[in-house]
């Protein structure tokens, strides 16, 4: 029996995945299901065999990690020049290569305290402000749409024009003239953005690829460089935005862990691996073509069959982590593969891990009483997107007190 993919969220909680993903990983082999991307597909859901499937050589990301989901989306199309999401073997490793640095550990930890800068600025501007407010438009998406303008060389002031843009291409409803006048447009931005820098070098990712190629005799060409920018402009704040916003609703929604949290600030990053775990917003896996025959735990499948490592599920499994559907600060949750798995693991974890750790853990800090602005029945969740996440988070706090009230106190 063939099921239907994706599979839908329970509607009780909207941080599981779907409830199907418990009876598949319980079912004896791989699962076929129908996409809407016209293609049947197995989905690997268990954790040892998603991680199994990620690091195969034999199975290609030629089709992008989530065409999957895309009506009617064509597979047969050439892989995209410069694609680091798509490409395998020698192309991807060159291209790995060459972008490995820029987000190394020693990088990252070289660039926290001007990311700290720029949160105490949000959440200050937000103080003075007062709530409530929205917590997605103020907070989670300025900051790490802040952090990747500056390590491309992006004017932040631009920023308003390639979030509504990335916001296009990240929609699983079918491609649209929209959609395709919101890529042609963010390709043409960031062309611009490599011309500049070609013509004058400056400290930031693009100006160090266009050098570091040259200086290895492997120069990227205009088009590979197009088409980095534009996977790190969006995958830069996306993912991350996202897990900002959903972390801290689901730190509001179970107050006995966010008050370990609050109690002792040095957990916030064992805290970040748990949330990474438990909310997997890459919600519908990872696509993967099979370009020879491969075994998968007790299944094989043939040259050209499709497969999907289901990340939630993965990270839902109870071989792995006990308890799953709860959230546990306490729990040692660092071998999830929210980022995947694999050559092809997100190259910016380190960066996304840094974000959210200074984020959460100075949010919690600075706004003690933070809390929601709505019910929490009333929160809308973008589930039709490649990254989950909510469409709003009001929230509000209570005001500083004064001196006056001290002196009542």
Known sequence: ?????????????PFDPAREYAAFRRTDGLVKVATPA????????RYDEVRTLLRDSRLSSRSAPSD?????????????????LQVDGVAHKRLRRLLATEFAMKRMEALRPRIVAMIEDR?????????PVDLVQE????????VICELLGVPYADRDEFQERSAQLVRVDGWTDEIQRASDELNQYIAGLVLAKQA???DDILSRLITRGEELGTPLSMEELVTVGVTLLIAGHE?????????????????????????DPAKVPAAVEELLRYLSVVHFGLFRYATDE???GSSTVGAGDYLIAALSSANRDESVFPDPDRLDLERDAAAHVAFGFGPHQCIGQQLARLELQEALGRLLARIPTLRLAVPFEEIRYRDNTLVYGVSALPVTWDPPATDRDLKRS
């Open 1 to 13: 029996m063939t099921e239907s993919f994706p599979v839908a969220r329970p509607s009780g909680c």
């Open 38 to 45: 016209g293609v049947d597909a197995y989905v690997v859901s």
């Open 68 to 84: 999957h989901v895309v009506p009617d989306a064509d597979l047969s199309r050439e892989v995209e020049t410069g694609s680091i």
């Open 123 to 131: 959440i200050d501007a937000m103080l003075a402000a007062g709530g």
């Open 139 to 146: 907070f989670a998406l300025p900051i790490p749409s802040l």
């Open 200 to 202: 004058r070098r400056e």
């Open 239 to 263: 993912t991350t935005a996202n897990m900002i916003a959903l972390s801290t609703l689901a730190l509001l929604r179970n107050p006995d862990e966010l008050a370990k949290l609050r109690a």
């Open 294 to 296: 491969v075994t998968v």
